[in-house]
């Protein structure tokens, strides 16, 4: 019985894309060509190859392990360590329908107005308070109006929440974009790093995968709010990403300790620890792995404490919608 979902994830989602954001492949452009793509992962050593057949669908085998080969259905039951194929369908479903940033042997993205920057849609956007869209992530209007986070989101025409990416001299590079059953980048954007205001008195640097689990992990820790400070990535770091991180390491105060807060599964744990390696790398700082328990990322333990607090309240007592579960 032909699969409409299953095909789309196998024609419609980018392999080296998705490899390349998701888990941190790197694509050896020595190697590759236009139809064949070379990738290597620097931490593992993993060598794929990845291209698209006559089918559209996109492929992949491992040069280490004759066993490992497939579709990205079976990329991602590999590496993500999924137990069913629906687990594995609920994490591509976020990635289809999707803009991605595209990498440099790929045609750049079209613009709808050339004359548009990622900085002046930003700018253009409009400053809010509090959306339905987070409130439904489960995020409060006091966190989302902290001065922790002034001037890093914004909301645009459409709705969509917009956290906007900085890089050397808070000079904006592009932006993440969020909405209901949607996750992309501005269009012409690179990504470099969500980030928190700075205060004197910070002593800790938490790392996520998203503005919105850096949110929620400030949510759920009020007791480090006022010496911490935040930074997303945006998903996997790129290496130029990974060398901005290692400067704003550098500039940490003496003894600020380094929080990888990442997702919880083979991706986040790899990730976590390339932080720690850098983090390692600067003998006064000091590092912490906060994993999200029985739950892959920050947010969803804020939308189950929520949705906890709100039980707890009882009928009639609901202030807002329950948090919605990404999808």
Known sequence: ????????????????????????????????????????????????????????????????????????????????????????????????????????????????????????????ARVA???????????????????????????????????VHRGEDDVITGFEIKNRGFTGFAPGGTKSAWRSALRDGDRALVVTESAIDALSHHQLHPEARSTTRYLSTAGQPSTSQMDLLDRVFARLPFDATVVAAVDSDAAGRDLANRIRALAHGHARLAFRRDAPERAKDWNEVLQRVERDAVRARGPGRLTHGPPERER
């Open 129 to 163: 308070d509090t959306c339905a869209y987070l409130a439904g992530r489960g995020l409060r209007s006091e966190t989302l109006r902290d001065p922790r986070f002034a001037g890093t989101w914004r909301l645009d025409a459409r709705g969509n929440v917009l956290f």
């Open 1 to 124: 019985m032909h699969d409409d979902e299953l095909h789309r994830f196998k024609s419609d989602i980018h392999l080296v894309h998705y490899a390349a954001e998701r888990y941190g492949y790197q694509r050896d452009r020595r190697e590759s060509s236009a139809r064949s793509h070379v990738l290597r992962h620097p931490s593992t050593g993993d060598k794929i190859v990845v291209r698209q057949d006559d089918d559209g669908h996109w492929t992949y085998f491992s040069v280490r392990d004759d066993r490992d080969h497939g579709t990205i259905l079976d990329f991602v039951r590999q590496r993500g360590r999924h137990a069913s194929l629906g687990s594995v369908r609920q994490e591509l479903r976020q990635w289809l329908g999707t803009a991605r940033p595209v990498p440099e042997y790929a045609a750049p993205p079209v613009r709808r107005d050339p004359g548009i920057s990622p900085a002046d849609a930003f700018l253009a």
